[in-house]
């Protein structure tokens, strides 16, 4: 099976720096990867996602890295707030046109 | 839209009773879902639906049985109810085009499931 983990699974930071939060993959056909937010006692919310034909995608104070030579996948977060302290997950299609594929998650927390 | 809602929010249930966990979704997407989420384990696939009449089983379905009769609606059934099934369950729904890399999954908000 796929598996997707993430490098750290807990990050703290202080409020107002810059947050790195990492992911490898496995699967080097995945085409579409996905990062999610997941907030105590809600479901996953999506942030920003990336296919394989880009490096980089940049949202609102997000910017997805995607790097295939080594598989990895990462996201910044810019000025991190204290609303941002949520269970961050990666997601990847595996390519296999009918199921996506989670990382366990990092727990980000942010310091006032 | 409402999006994605799961009914209940929580439940308790005893060892071999059987339950039906609600999922509807307002978005006409063709695609739905269901995943449990246990600590340290990520999101585990179920059951998942192409589109209506069409189901098929993801990584554990094993105690569960789904339907799609509607495009809105994917109930997920648990035929007898084991502690092993503890869990959080989400439902979560993408426009797929027939492909996964098109659309991300949008997820409802969970229900709470505990056998005793």
């Known amino acids: 099976g796929e598996s997707v983990g993430l490098h750290l699974p807990t990050l703290s930071v202080q409020e107002g720096d810059n947050s790195i939060i990492n992911c490898a993959y496995s699967?080097?056909?995945?085409?579409?990867f996905i990062w999610y937010k997941q907030e105590s006692g809600k479901g996953p919310q999506f942030i920003i996602d990336i296919r394989s034909n880009m490096d980089k995608r940049q949202g609102q104070r997000v910017t997805v890295l995607l790097n295939k030579t080594v598989k990895h996948l990462s996201l910044q977060i810019a000025a991190t707030q204290p609303g941002d302290s949520a269970v961050y997950f990666c997601a990847e299609d595996g390519n296999t046109g009918n199921q996506f594929y989670f990382g366990t998650g990092t727990s980000l927390t942010v310091i006032p | 839209n409402a999006g994605v809602t799961q009914t209940p929010k929580f439940q308790v249930l005893k060892t071999g009773q059987s339950m039906t966990l609600q999922c509807a979704q307002d978005m006409n997407h063709e695609y739905m879902s269901w995943y449990r989420q246990d600590p340290g384990m990520g999101l585990r696939l179920i059951h998942y639906?192409?589109?209506?009449?069409?189901?098929d089983q993801g990584e554990v379905p094993n105690g569960y049985n789904v339907s799609r009769s509607t495009t809105e609606d994917f109930p997920l059934r648990l035929l007898s109810a084991a502690p092993s099934q503890t869990s959080v369950y989400f439902c979560?729904?993408?426009?797929?085009?027939?492909?996964?890399?098109?659309?991300?999954?949008?997820f409802g908000n969970g229900t709470r499931l505990t056998v005793t």
């Open positions: 639906s192409v589109g209506a009449g069409i189901t």
């Open positions: 979560a729904s993408s426009y797929s085009g027939g492909r996964m890399n098109n659309s991300p999954l949008h």
């Open positions: 699967n080097s056909a995945s085409d579409y």
